[in-house]
Nanobody
Framework: QVQLVESGGGLVQSGGFLKLTCVAS????????MSWYRQAPGNQRELVAT???????NIADSVFGRFFISGDYAENTVYLRMTSLKAEDTATYHC???????????????WGQGTQITIST
């Protein structure tokens, strides 16, 4: 099983920045992609950003130009750099990975525990 551990959440002023980190344990697995999702109380879970093992990235329109995803495949680590933070960015952020066992075609989705981001205004 792939285990994901997020860090970097906290309280930040509007207009500020934060950097989230997700470290994956993947021994015996191939990680196809990793993503950041967020969910605010009463809202649907929203896909924020995705990075594939090949380095391709996708950023949600709601954070495009402000959030940036990057990764170090060798270190099993993905980052989310968040700038120009707004009150609407307040949410619990979860790391997600799509992965499967080596030489197996089946893929499963794994989730981290989440880290809270609160933007003060």
């Amino acid at each position: 099983q792939v285990q994901l551990v997020e860090s970097g959440g906290g309280l930040v002023q509007s207009g500020g920045f934060l950097k989230l980190t997700c470290v994956a344990s993947r021994t015996g697995f191939i990680i196809e992609s990793m993503s950041w999702y967020r969910q605010a109380p009463g809202n649907q879970r929203e896909l924020v950003a995705t990075i594939t093992s090949a380095g391709a990235t996708n950023i949600a329109d709601s954070v495009f130009g402000r959030f940036f995803i990057s990764g170090d495949y060798a270190e099993n680590t993905v980052y989310l750099r968040m700038t120009s933070l707004k009150a609407e960015d307040t949410a619990t952020y979860h790391c997600n990975a799509v992965a499967g066992r080596y030489r197996r075609s089946q893929r499963n989705t794994y989730w981290g525990q989440g880290t809270q981001i609160t933007i003060s205004t």
